[in-house]
T-cell receptor, first 113, second 112 residues
């Protein structure tokens, strides 16, 4: 398996809902990332995990809560989101955290009503 | 922190012509420069990358050049084809932390 997968593809949620995004890779990569991408903009880094430990948090609001239960899985828990949080959420992975190529998943398109 | 500027924001070329996209970065410690292609509704895909110990790298119709002194790098696409139409992002990072900072993107349209 040489791909990063993400579920769900689309998600619509209300501002009071709790939902989770899931990312999976079976390439043996030890670094995993969450990015947010608004329309016609570049991806913006949110979180970096290295060896299942949070390495970088780009001052993301606490309504976004990442979790790395094992080396193949990365979750992003969502709670009390705002309409401006609507975006494409991309997961990526790389062999290591030291300047290695990052491979992106297809993303979850999130709409917050 | 790192800042990456990318130009032009849109580029329209005739099929068969060449396309050049330029990026500048601010942090002289950056040493890894990937280029991603993103088609509409799809994931960003790595098309080529270059590290600071190399000045130029080529892969078929795609080449990247890096000028560390001037802190800029460029993507060259030769013999463009309609399937090259997409948004292209440059990025820069330092080895430690692997935090990619992206340029603003270039929308390339190849006209048949």
């Amino acid at each position: 398996d040489t791909e990063v997968t993400q579920t769900p593809k689309h998600l619509v949620m209300g501002m009071t809902n709790k939902k989770s995004l899931k990312c999976e890779q079976h390439m043996g990569h030890r670094a995993m990332y969450w990015y947010k991408q608004k329309a016609k903009k570049p991806p913006e880094l949110m979180f970096v995990y290295s060896y299942e430990k949070l390495s970088i948090n780009e001052s993301v609001p606490s309504r976004f809560s990442p979790e790395c239960p094992n080396s193949s899985l990365l979750n992003l828990h969502l709670h009390a989101l705002q309409p401006e949080d609507s975006a494409l959420y991309l997961c990526a992975s790389s062999q290591e955290i030291d300047g290695a190529e990052q491979f992106f998943g297809p993303g979850t398109r999130l709409t917050v009503l | 922190g790192e800042n990456v500027e990318q130009h032009p924001s849109t580029l329209s070329v005739q099929e068969g012509d060449s396309a050049v996209i330029k990026c500048t970065y601010s942090d002289s410690a950056s040493n890894y420069f990937p280029w991603y292609k993103q088609e509409l509704g799809k994931r960003p895909q790595l098309i080529i990358d270059i590290r600071s110990n190399v000045g130029e790298k080529k892969d078929q119709r795609i080449a990247v050049t890096l000028n560390k002194t001037a802190k800029h790098f460029s993507l060259h696409i030769t013999e463009t084809q309609p399937e090259d139409s997409a948004v292209y992002f440059c990025a820069a990072s330092k080895a430690a932390g692997n935090k990619l900072t992206f340029g603003g993107g270039t929308r390339v349209l190849v006209k048949p």
